[in-house]
Nanobody, 117 residues
Framework: QVHLVESGGGLVQPGGSLRLSCAVS????????MRWYRQIPGKQRELVAT???????NYADSVKGRFTISRDNGKNMLYLQMNSLKPEDTAVYYC???????????WGQGTQVTVSS
C-alpha cells in the first residue's frame, strides 16, 4: 500500500522557519518527480515547489529565495525548508508524487502551516 505522510507543520511567527518532511512508502521514490503544493480553504491548490528525479528544482515566484525543496532517495524522503515565513504562507501543505508509466499519482494527507504573531 502506498503512503505519503507529511510532518513538520505547526504555528510559527512571521520571519520564522519550518521544515516539512514527507515520508514515502510502498512505491518507487527515486524515479519520479516530487512536488509540494499548498491550499488555503476556499482556494485552488497551488504548486509551491518541484524536484525532478535528477534533483532539478523549480519554485513558485511567491516562495523563490525563501523555500528550498530537497529529497533523500536513500530514505524515500522529501523535504521543504521554509524560511522567512509570511502570514500569506499559511495553508495546508501537501506532498505529491507524479504518475509513472504504470502508476497513478499520489497525494499525502497534508500538514497545516500557520504563520501568525
Amino acid at each position: 500500500q502506498v503512503h505519503l505522510v507529511e510532518s513538520g507543520g505547526g504555528l510559527v511567527q512571521p520571519g520564522g522557519s519550518l521544515r516539512l518532511s514527507c515520508a514515502v512508502s510502498g512505491i518507487a521514490f527515486d524515479t519520479r518527480e516530487m512536488r509540494w503544493y499548498r491550499q488555503i480553504p476556499g482556494k485552488q491548490r497551488e504548486l509551491v515547489a518541484t524536484i525532478t528525479a535528477g534533483g532539478s528544482t523549480n519554485y513558485a515566484d511567491s516562495v523563490k529565495g525563501r523555500f528550498t525543496i530537497s529529497r533523500d532517495n536513500g530514505k524515500n524522503m522529501l523535504y521543504l525548508q521554509m524560511n522567512s515565513l509570511k502570514p500569506e504562507d499559511t495553508a495546508v501543505y501537501y506532498c505529491y508524487r507524479e504518475r509513472g508509466p504504470y502508476t497513478k499519482d499520489y497525494w499525502g494527507q497534508g500538514t497545516q502551516v500557520t504563520v501568525s504573531s
